[in-house]
């Protein structure tokens, strides 16, 4: 394996952090936590860097060994470990790979079915995943840059229309819904940062400064949620907000630039499915090799099961609402157990 940039490294993380926000992420988060949204963006970003730490001490842990070489040495069952890790990971690759297909299909090909985009996202992932590990990495950070620009664009076009009274009045309910939000931020998008211990940190360039960059893109990515969530109910209000599946593409269908550069959701389309395919890629990359089952059998898996669970989006709703909660849940035990074995060797 050729080395990875450390900047390509970082902004890799700071991608797949982002890519379920834009979706059923800033969806769940309106619901659990309404108006105090905001509120739970700024307790998940401190509760993060339990996270970030316990990510830390694995990544340095034999940094010459990939997640799945530490597994082995610290358990002795290590082969049910691997198992539910990724079971875990696969069932919530399909709730991602649903939300973006079908916001695909509902936005745009209401008449086509959407096993087609389902298949050609699917081609894409198999082709990048057929060269290099450094080529998922290198793509990642043409597009992060990309996206920096169209989050830039999207954010200028929209401020004139923010209504900061929406966004009140704040913690009439107390202080239990923002931390339920908070919770939800970190299964349904901070959860996703333990996929990159597939990489081991030897496999980095420069990666006495990896620590660093990585809070830097933890606290970027928080800046561009609450961003996105002072847009989004400033601008609808939270009721009509709490109504849309995905309520930031709502917003930016009302943005214009200089009042006549229009369709700016277009940006945030392009932007998420960016992210989507980057996070994907790496989750049938990581899978692969804890299992060494082929790419191509996990992208068709994928797409069969989609196709047999999720029949409509009130099912899928109702599935991922217990799907990722459990999965994320057995995660983050396992990742726990991991680093309490570390610790417990020294």
Request: net charge positive; hydrophobic share 55%.
């Amino acid at each position: 394996m050729h080395k990875i940039n450390l900047l390509e490294y970082v902004s890799t993380f700071f991608m797949i952090i982002m890519a379920p926000f834009l979706g059923m992420g800033l969806y769940n988060l309106l619901i659990k936590a309404s108006i105090d949204s905001s509120i739970s963006v700024i307790i998940g970003y401190i509760l993060s860097f339990a996270f970030l730490i316990i990510f830390i001490r694995i990544n340095d842990y034999k940094s010459n060994l990939d997640l799945k070489d530490k597994i082995n040495v610290l358990f002795k069952r290590s082969k049910l470990i691997i198992i539910l890790f990724s079971i875990a990971l696969f069932s919530m690759s399909l709730c991602l790979s649903y939300n973006i297909n079908n916001f695909i299909i509902s936005q745009f090909l209401s008449e086509t079915p959407i096993i087609y985009t389902m298949i050609i996202l699917g081609m894409l992932i198999i082709f990048i995943n057929s060269k290099d590990i450094t080529s998922i990495f290198r793509v990642s950070n043409f597009l992060f840059y990309i996206n920096i620009i169209l989050i830039m664009i999207a954010i200028f076009g929209e401020y004139n229309k923010i209504e900061l009274i929406n966004m009140l009045p704040i913690l009439t309910n107390g202080i239990n819904r923002p931390i339920i939000g908070s919770v939800y931020i970190l299964i349904f998008q901070i959860i996703y940062m333990f996929i990159l211990l597939i990489i081991p940190k030897d496999n980095v360039s420069n990666n006495k400064h990896m620590n660093i960059g990585l809070i830097i893109a933890m606290t970027l990515a928080f800046i561009l949620f609450l961003i996105i969530i002072i847009y989004t109910i400033g601008s609808l209000g939270i009721d009509l907000a709490m109504k849309y599946h995905y309520p930031a593409y709502i917003v930016m269908k009302e943005v214009s630039i200089f009042g006549f550069i229009d369709k700016i959701e277009n940006f945030i389309i392009i932007h998420w499915v960016f992210e989507m395919f980057i996070l994907l890629s790496l989750i049938t990359y990581f899978i692969n090799k804890l299992t060494n089952i082929k790419n191509y059998i996990l992208v068709i898996l994928n797409i069969i099961l989609c196709v047999i669970i999720f029949r409509n989006s009130t099912l899928y709703n109702t599935i991922t609402k217990v799907l990722i909660p459990i999965s994320s849940t057995i995660i983050l035990i396992i990742i726990i157990m991991i680093y309490l074995k570390i610790k417990k060797t020294g």
